[in-house]
Every structure is written in C-alpha cells, then in structure tokens.
Nanobody, 127 residues
Framework: LRFSCRRWGGLVQAGGSLRLSCQVS????????IGWFRQAPGKGREGVAC????????YYEDSVKGRFTLDRDNAKNTVYLQMNSLKPEDTAVYFC????????????????????WGEGTQVTVSS
C-alpha cells in the first residue's frame, strides 16, 4: 500500500489557491471512501472533505464549503483537493486517508476508523 501525495505550489498568500493530490496504490481504490483531513498547530484533527466509494457523494466541512473542491479519479486511483480563497486559518498539515465506510461519518468523526493514512503535507497560508 502506498500513498503518493503532492502539493502543487508553495507558500501561498491569503486569497490564493493551492492544489493537493494523492494517488493511492495497493488497494481496490473504488471500494474505499477517500478523504482529506487536517491538523493545525495545537489543535485536533478535523475533516476537510470526504467522498464515498465509487462515484458516491462528497461532503465538506462547513468552513471550506464553496472554497474547496474534492475530485476523485478512480481510473488514476487519485483524489485531488483544489483549495481556493485560502485563509490563514487553513494553515495545517493535510492528510489523505482511505477507509471502508461512509464518507459523511468519516468527515464528522475527523477520520476515526479510516483504515489507511498517507503522510501529511504542509499547507501554509500567509496573511
């Protein structure tokens, strides 16, 4: 099992955009809910966006709705997180994870029960 996660871009100012990608190999990708989670310094982990297996629904944390978009490409075993209108409070380490179960539950539980986790990717938004 391997997570290949990448940040497309570097340090970004408030109002800017950034794209994350995560390719997962070694598991039946279509059968897993895939999500993005984040952890800011001194805070607990929280869900950002999570999509059900196959071509299921995608759910977003309230503070990122309308700004972030999760896209899932099952043919490439890859999920993307397009982040627009970034704010300093979006600064965190972002993690990709895969789990068998409902995306809505995984999002609301901050990833509890997710089976596999990738390494974190730092996102820093300056004011």
């Amino acid at each position: 099992l391997r997570f290949s996660c990448r940040r497309w871009g570097g340090l970004v100012q408030a109002g800017g955009s950034l794209r994350l990608s995560c390719q997962v190999s070694g598991l039946p990708f279509d059968d897993y809910a895939i999500g993005w989670f984040r952890q800011a310094p001194g805070k607990g982990r929280e869900g950002v966006a999570c999509t059900d297996s196959g071509r299921g629904r995608t759910y977003y944390e309230d503070s990122v709705k309308g700004r972030f978009t999760l896209d899932r490409d099952n043919a490439k075993n890859t999920v993307y997180l397009q982040m627009n209108s970034l704010k300093p409070e979006d600064t965190a380490v972002y993690f990709c994870a895969a789990g068998r179960g409902g995306a809505y539950y995984f999002l609301r539980s901050a990833g509890n029960g997710m089976n596999y986790w990738g390494e974190g990717t730092q996102v820093t938004v300056s004011s």
